[in-house]
């Protein structure tokens, strides 16, 4: 690569509708370059699959491999990759976040036109920005207030007294149930119900009386739903979900619950009611959690982790088993049911150990 570079602060992201340049690419990440400034990217592919139009990235040595084949336009990689990279690269610190901004400009998404579909239905005292979009078959319902540049797509509900914050996005098929409030700039993907009533019954002899749920669904600015994945209203007080919180598909969070800044859950975990979860914590697939616990910030889960206590400290916690071949699976829960009887002839043999242990000090007085 003959030429070497740092981008300017004001590139042009306009460009990205018909690809960026090596150069201007560098500029909107900040990021230095080596390579003819004027070569364009226009999509993403990995490095085997790349063509001379595609920005790849390396952010794991393990794929090294793929890097001295690549045919890729512009590669993302580390200063002590670079040297073998036969194509124009940008230098960054951080691969994969790099690469995950300039997808970003390379896919950019569409701008909100403000107006509502005439196949959608928006009771007269609801306020909707006239920069707001209400797709077709959404229900805006009565004293629901929806921000500028709000996007609500087909088919969803937007319940009485909700709140949008401005630039948020619903995809389609969102449903937000009355007074949930929303911040600035969410997603939330397709069939998400925010703030059903949680899950709240009081025993009468042999019947269930449902208690009735008169808190609300409050989520911050920058957050991301999944695709059906539910969040109950506080029974009482709010659920809270705090600012840059992202929650993948399929999660069921109750009433009450609240989650820290900028805490990730994976698909599947469910989170029962009243338990707080701390900031910037990691929860992996399948996860279970009880009720009313207390997790600290800077907690890590592993996948299908059975959290049934409060973690009062940062660290990685897990206990999902690992699978194994069936035989030995099979053999390891016949010892697990034999655990209590070898529990109690280990305490026995533990015991005469300690009378043969005591017995000759006896006998020397």
Same mark, same amino acid.
């Given at each position: ?29 900040? #990021? ?35 890097? +001295? ?42 701008? $909100? ?7 959608? $239905? ?7 920005? +006239? ?10 319902? +009565? ?27 619903? $995809? ?51 957050? #991301? ?81 059975? $959290? ?58």
């Amino acid at each position: 690569m003959s030429s070497y570079g740092r981008g300017a602060a004001n590139a042009d992201a306009g460009a990205a509708s018909g690809g960026l340049g090596l150069g201007q690419l560098a500029a909107l990440l900040g #990021e230095p370059y080596r390579g003819d400034p004027h070569i364009r990217v226009s999509r993403v592919a990995e490095l085997r699959a790349a063509q001379p139009d595609c920005l790849s990235f390396l952010g794991d040595r393990k794929y090294r491999a793929g890097l +001295a084949q690549t045919r890729a336009g512009v590669v993302i990689l580390r200063a002590s990759d670079a040297d073998a990279a036969p194509v124009p690269v940008v230098i960054s610190v951080n691969p994969y976040l790099s690469f995950a901004r300039a997808a970003r400009f390379l896919y950019p998404s569409p701008p $909100v036109v403000g107006g509502v579909h005439p196949a959608a $239905v928006v009771a007269p005292t609801a306020v909707v920005d +006239a920069s707001a979009w209400i797709g077709p078959t959404a229900v805006v319902e +009565a004293g629901a207030w929806i921000g500028p540049r709000v996007f609500v797509g087909p088919g969803c509900i937007i319940g009485e007294g909700v709140t949008i914050g401005e630039d948020s996005r619903l $995809v389609a098929r969102v449903t937000l149930c009355r007074g949930t409030l929303i911040g600035k700039r969410a997603l939330l993907h397709p069939g998400a119900v925010i703030g059903r009533s949680g899950f709240g019954f009081a025993k009468d002899g042999e019947r269930w009386v449902r208690i009735p749920q008169v808190g609300r669904a409050v989520l911050g600015d920058d957050v #991301e739903i999944g695709a059906n994945t539910t969040i109950d209203r506080g029974a009482i007080g709010d659920t809270l979900i705090g600012d840059g919180v992202k929650l993948d598909n399929h999660i069921q969070i109750g009433h009450n619950v609240q989650v820290g800044e900028n805490t990730a859950m994976a698909a599947m975990t469910g989170i029962s009611g009243s338990t707080r979860i701390g900031r910037n914590c990691t929860i992996s697939g399948a996860v279970g959690m009880a009720g009313h616990l207390t997790i600290a910030d800077g907690v890590h889960f592993t996948g299908q982790a059975m $959290v049934t206590r409060s973690f009062p400290q940062a660290g990685s916690y897990s206990s999902g088993i690992p699978a194994m071949p069936s035989a030995d699976w099979r053999r390891n829960v016949a010892r697990f049911r034999q655990l209590d009887e070898l529990s109690r002839r280990l305490k026995q043999l533990e015991a005469r150990i300690a009378d043969l242990d005591v017995a000759p000090a006896q006998e020397d007085d």
